[in-house]
C-alpha cells in the first residue's frame, strides 16, 4: 500500500515529492513469525570502514536510542557483523530494528525470541563473526550500492519494514504518503471483502478490459479499481 501511494504521489507531482527508497529485495527479514509486526523507527546509520570488521555496530549500538532502527553497511562484509547478543542489547534499549544492508547476520535460531521488539534484517546468514580491529562512522549518509547518488540512507530518516522488505524516507515523505496510502488501504479491504465474503469478481471491479484493449491499440490508459 505504501509503496502504491508512493507511486500514485510521484506520477502527480515529481518535481515536489522525493520518493521512498526501497531497499534491496534480498535484504530479508530473519525473526518474522505469522503475526504480523511491522517496523517503524529512526534510522541511525553505521558504516563500517573495513569489510568483516564489526566493531562499528557495537560502538553504535552503545549509544542508540529507543525507537531507532540502527542499519548498518559493512562494505560487502562475508562475516556476521550481529547476533544474538547484539539484539539482545537491541532489545534492553527498545532499539525496533537492525537493517544490514549488505552483509550476515548470525544466531537465526535464537532470534525469534526478541520478536517483534527488535526486527532483525540481513541479505545472508554465516556462523562465521567478523573481528573487532577497526572503528567506523556513524551517523553518515549511506549511498547504496545501485550506483544512484538519489539513493541514499540519511540519519534521521524514518524506516518501515515488514515480512515484505524494508521502505526509508524522510519524515516529510511519510507524512505526504500516509492520506493516500490510508485510501488505497480501505478501497483494498472492500474489495477483498467483496471477493471473499460476497462472490464477487475482481475483473468486475475494474476497468481491466478496456485497460487492456486500450494498450493493445497503443492508447493511453491506466488500471482503475472500481468500488
Not at 142 to 154: C, E, F, P, T, V
Not at 181 to 203: D, F, N, T, Y
Request: charged share 20%.
Amino acid at each position: 500500500v505504501l509503496c502504491d501511494a508512493d507511486k500514485t504521489i510521484f506520477a502527480s507531482s515529481p518535481q515536489d515529492y522525493k520518493p521512498i527508497v526501497l531497499l534491496d529485495p534480498k535484504i530479508r527479514a530473519l525473526n518474522s513469525n505469522k503475526s504480523d509486526s511491522t517496523m517503524v523507527g529512526v534510522a541511525r546509520t553505521v558504516q563500517c570502514r573495513v569489510p568483516n570488521d564489526f566493531l562499528a555496530v557495537l560502538d553504535a549500538l552503545s549509544r542508540a536510542k529507543s525507537n531507532e532502527v540502527l542499519v548498518v553497511h559493512t562494505q560487502s562484509s562475508t562475516r556476521a557483523v550481529a547476533g544474538e547478543l547484539f539484539c539482545a542489547e537491541a532489545a534492553r534499549r527498545e532499539v525496533t530494528g537492525l537493517v544490514v544492508l549488505d552483509g550476515p547476520m548470525r544466531d537465526t535460531a535464537y532470534l525469534a525470541e526478541f520478536f517483534p521488539a527488535v526486527r532483525c534484517y540481513a541479505p545472508a546468514v554465516s556462523p562465521y563473526s567478523g573481528t573487532t580491529q577497526h572503528l567506523g562512522d556513524e551517523q553518515v549518509a549511506i549511498s547504496l550500492s545501485d550506483g544512484n547518488d538519489n539513493k541514499k540512507i540519511q540519519p534521521g530518516d524514518i524506516v518501515v519494514g515488514d515480512d515484505d522488505g524494508i521502505l526509508v524516507a524522510p519524515q516529510r515523505t511519510w507524512e505526504q504518503i500516509l492520506p493516500t496510502a490510508q485510501g488505497i488501504q480501505s478501497a483494498e479491504e472492500r474489495i477483498r471483502m467483496a471477493i471473499v465474503q460476497k462472490g464477487v469478481s475482481l475483473h468486475s471491479m475494474t476497468n481491466h478490459k478496456q485497460h487492456a484493449e486500450a494498450i493493445a491499440k497503443g492508447q493511453p490508459s491506466s488500471l482503475q479499481f472500481r468500488v
